[in-house]
């Protein structure tokens, strides 16, 4: 701080606010200040006990300012308040108030918010101003450690939601991209942005996101992850219902689809409405590829998908009931395999599948390198060691393995944990009731998916309803020649995407 | 309120899988798999009435995981193919199941008695797929099943194998329970199978045994089996030796034909009302073409005209060798090629019906085979053009 000397101590001025106020307890303070002029007094009393609290006066004037200090950078402090106010006598103090940066204040709510934001609240002869000194706090932008691409852009949204938006931004320069701040979590109170291109985006479902934010009834709020929870569709589903992604080139290419998008301040993560099933499957990088080759991708995630959920199932069904569906000559190695295992089938694959998230969250827990390790540790000595001791039958390792390999080519990790977690109900009822298990939960699980919807929209979006147009950048990646039109999930009011010259 | 409906739904589920979970688990380290079966009668040497009444010898070769190729052999004589297999598990460490069948094999002297109450067992269990091969052997069925051949692997294996290899050269047709049972229902056409003996160290493959509806009736030797295959059915790949007349005093000639392919087309001509064979005339028209992989005769392969000679040359060896064989085959009241099925779509289902196909018509139909033969290609060997020579 420049000026030591006018500085003062906040546990100071507590006292005075309280003077000022003496009869008033906390519980109408909080309901009054709604209304309450904006004093310096309510304020201070406001931040009793914050020993982060900055409180200045002018020596040659009355200007008081109020502020967080860790929350404001302190060079434009200097430049901005100090130098100008120090040598300001009442009449220039009044003057220099006068300028567009200090923002009238007319309640104490909106006073002590300001302050909390990052803002230097200054009051001047009854009148109070805030002066927005916030400083980018965080670290700054790099890569995302969960959705990593070969080809394309490697910058990654961070934890501070104004570095978030200039990266978006900096990607959609158009003057219809519209932001709306809102705020979440009674004692966070948690800045959230809801973005939208005007003109593409559906009206509805913006006005329907701001209500859902806008009526979360929550203590705290720290990830956008947490967010999307509470303004779900269907809170009890199994699946992932808003899309969650850290790639600001993933939620810019929303956006332009017509699509709505949340950021939470404090939180990587960006989401977006409305979603379907079928996009936790995409990943930028199918348009960074030649058309075939993201088609062959995105077949090869569908696969994976198959893969994760049935895999392990179909091993415990066809080894407990239905040995006619396996081949002579796996048959003999499988027999013997597993001649040496005391469990039936489907403890044997509880285990195994156990162990693979036990590693796998280990390995996720831990620091890079030594995650490494534990993935040695674990494919390697478990994997060898449990055929040799006769523990589970190779066949099974095969099974686990490829499939926790195959849930992890799906790109959203969200949708990946959920799939996994699904796999032990197949695995279960595949065990009870072999083929006929496995196929009844999968029945349910499409039956769940059908009645899931999101802000109102069928998530199975373009199967049901259908839409054979959008299946053109759903299950494949057509030519961009051909991706014409917007997808008809959100809706959008202009589904044409470029007028085509001819 | 919802919170005890939800309780009820849960401990339902809960009592619904606790209580299927035990039920009919087939675990397939605790099953034994039969992979071959063979039925036979019991061997006629002066047994016991009781052995007589039980009229069936079924052998159950199951493969064992451990040590490799090693199998459990199994046999009994019961009353039919089901008690068998309850009289093995018996005797059987693991619980014997099915599923993995993969070859039926008959004895000849059972199967000219009539195969389809066996095969019916066999149709009707779900658990064995339509795919199990039907085989019938020249001599004792579980004699053969229970040799073990040195060289081959378990004799289950080596017989799937054997079949496979077989059929791919299309030395034999197809014949599993499917067109084993589609033949057998089918009015008109009746079913084959191959044949399959013991030779000294090996198996072989005997030909094609001829049924007439569910019996066996006769044979076509492996010499004749191509030709056979040319009338039975489309074929997109084959080997064919033909020995061809070569000119006077002279050796035969001998040809080679390699990657055969070759479509038959049956039409029949019905005069009605039909009374007997004479009113039927069947006419086959056969194409077939080959890669001439070995000739013996004179002929200037190279030379067009020569190839023409050549090809009307195999054209009237297919067709006369054909017709014999076809003859031999009505004699039998046998028909593997389904003459019958053009005779009665000609006619109402009622006329059909009241035909004495086998026994009345069949032996006196009239056939006339047509063959095309191309040559498609003389293979690598290609000298200098002859006619710069000359």
């Not at chain 1, 994976?304 to 006619?324: D, K, L, R």
């Not at chain 2, 008109?188 to 049924?211: C, H, M, N, R, Y």
């Not at chain 2, 030797?221 to 006077?248: C, Q, R, Y």
Request: proline letters at 5%; aromatic letters at 8%; hydrophobic letters at 40%.
């Amino acid at each position: 701080m420049p000026d030591e000397s006018n500085r003062q101590n906040p546990d100071a001025a507590a006292p005075d606010a309280h003077a000022a106020s003496p009869d008033q307890d906390a519980q109408t303070t909080v309901k009054s200040t709604e209304t309450k002029p904006p004093t310096l007094e309510g304020t201070l009393k406001e931040f009793a006990g914050c020993f982060d609290l900055g409180y200045r006066t002018f020596p040659r004037n009355q200007v008081h300012a109020v502020y967080l200090e860790y929350l404001i950078d302190a060079d434009q402090l200097h430049r901005q308040l100090n130098q100008p106010f120090l040598e300001a006598d009442d009449a220039q103090a009044a003057q220099l108030l006068t300028q567009s940066i200090f923002q009238p204040i007319t309640t104490l709510n909106e006073s002590v918010d300001s302050v909390l934001y990052g803002s230097t609240m200054l009051f001047f002869q009854g009148q109070a101003y805030a002066l927005n000194l916030a400083r980018s706090i965080g670290r700054s932008i790099e890569q995302t450690e969960t959705e990593t691409v070969i080809a394309g852009p490697h910058d990654g949204f961070v934890e501070n939601l104004i570095e978030n938006i200039a990266l978006i931004r900096k990607r959609i320069r158009s003057s219809h991209l519209k932001f709306i701040s809102l705020s979440v979590g009674e004692v966070t109170k948690t800045q959230v942005v809801i973005a939208y291109i005007e003109g593409l985006a559906n009206d509805h479902f913006v006005k329907q996101l701001k209500t859902r934010i806008h009526d979360i009834e929550i203590d705290a709020l720290h990830e956008a992850n947490m967010l999307v929870q509470l303004i779900d569709d269907n809170p009890n589903s199994y699946f992932p219902q808003y899309m969650v992604t850290e790639r600001p080139d993933s939620i810019c290419s929303k956006l332009t689809s017509g699509r709505v998008v949340g950021l939470v301040d404090g939180s990587p993560s960006a989401f977006v409405a409305p979603t379907s099933f079928f996009e936790f499957f995409a990943s930028p990088d199918d348009y960074y590829q030649r058309w075939h080759l993201g088609t062959a991708l995105r077949i090869l995630r569908f696969i994976g998908f198959a893969i994760t959920i049935g895999f392990t199932a179909i091993y415990v069904s066809v080894t407990t009931y239905h040995y006619e569906m396996i081949p002579h000559t796996m048959l003999l190695n499988l027999t013997k395999s597993r001649s040496n295992v005391p469990f039936p089938p489907l403890y044997e694959a509880l285990l195994m599948e156990t162990t693979i998230e036990l590693l796998r969250e280990a390995g996720a827990r831990l620091p890079t390198k030594i995650g490494q390790t534990i993935g040695i540790v674990g494919g390697i000595v478990i994997g060898q060691a449990a055929v040799q001791a006769g523990f589970t039958s190779n066949i099974l390792i095969i099974a686990v393995a490829s499939s926790a390999i195959a849930s992890f080519v799906i790109p959203s990790y969200t949708m990946s944990a959920s799939i996994r977690l699904l796999r032990f109900g197949l695995i279960l009822l595949a065990g009870f009731w072999g083929n006929f298990g496995l196929i009844l939960g999968i029945g349910f699980i499409i039956v769940h998916l059908s009645g899931i919807t999101n802000l109102g929209s069928s998530y199975l979006t373009p199967a049901a309803p259908m839409n054979r147009t959008d299946w053109l950048d759903t299950f494949i990646r057509g030519p961009f020649s051909k991706l014409i039109f917007r997808p008809s999930q959100p809706a959008s009011p202009n589904r044409v995407k470029t007028k085509q010259r001819k | 309120m919802m919170t005890r409906r939800m309780m009820f739904i849960a401990s339902l589920v809960a009592f619904a899988l606790l209580v299927t979970g035990c039920r009919d688990q087939r675990i397939i380290e605790r099953m034994g798999f039969t992979r071959t079966v063979a039925f036979d009668l019991p061997p006629d040497d002066g047994e016991s009435q009781d052995q007589k009444d039980k009229m069936l010898r079924v052998t159950l070769s199951i493969p064992k995981a451990q040590p490799e190729n090693s199998r459990i052999v199994l046999t009994t004589t019961a009353h039919s193919s089901k008690e068998a297999r309850v009289i093995v598990s018996r005797k059987n460490n693991r619980r014997i199941v099915s599923g993995q069948l993969r070859s039926a094999l008959f004895g000849s002297r059972l199967a000219k008695e009539g195969l389809w109450k066996y095969i019916d067992t066999l149709v009707r269990d779900p658990s064995i797929g339509s795919k199990v091969n039907v085989v019938i052997v020249s001599g004792n069925a579980n004699a053969l099943l229970e040799r073990d051949f040195k060289q081959y692997p378990s004799t289950g294996e080596y017989i799937d194998d054997l079949l496979r290899n077989a059929s791919g050269l299309t030395e034999i047709p197809q014949a599993n329970l499917h067109t084993f049972a589609r033949d057998y229902f089918d009015k008109g056409v009746d079913p084959v199978a191959p044949l399959l003996k013991e030779d000294k160290q090996t198996l072989s493959v005997d030909g094609i045994a001829l049924f007439r509806s569910d019996r066996y009736v006769g044979r076509i030797p492996p010499t004749k089996s191509l030709l056979f295959s040319f009338l039975h059915d489309n074929i997109a790949t084959g080997e064919i030796v033909m020995k061809l007349p070569g000119a006077e005093g002279a050796k035969d000639e001998m040809i080679m034909l390699s990657f055969v392919a070759s479509k038959r087309k049956i039409t029949a001509k019905v005069r009605k009302p039909v009374r007997s064979g004479d009113d039927v005339a069947i006419d086959i028209r056969l194409r077939i073409s080959g890669e001439v992989l070995e000739y013996t005769g004179k002929l200037n392969l190279q030379k067009t005209e020569d190839q023409l000679v050549l090809e009307k040359q195999m054209k009237a060896y297919v067709e006369k060798e054909t017709k014999t064989l076809i003859e031999e085959i009505l004699k039998l009241k046998s028909d593997p090629f389904g003459f019958g099925k053009k005779v009665r779509n000609q006619i109402s289902y009622r006329e059909w019906d009241k035909l004495q196909w086998h026994d009345a018509i069949l032996p006196g139909v009239s056939v006339q085979v047509h063959a095309d033969v191309k040559v498609k290609d003389i293979g690598k060997l290609q000298e200098a053009d002859p006619v710069d020579e000359e």
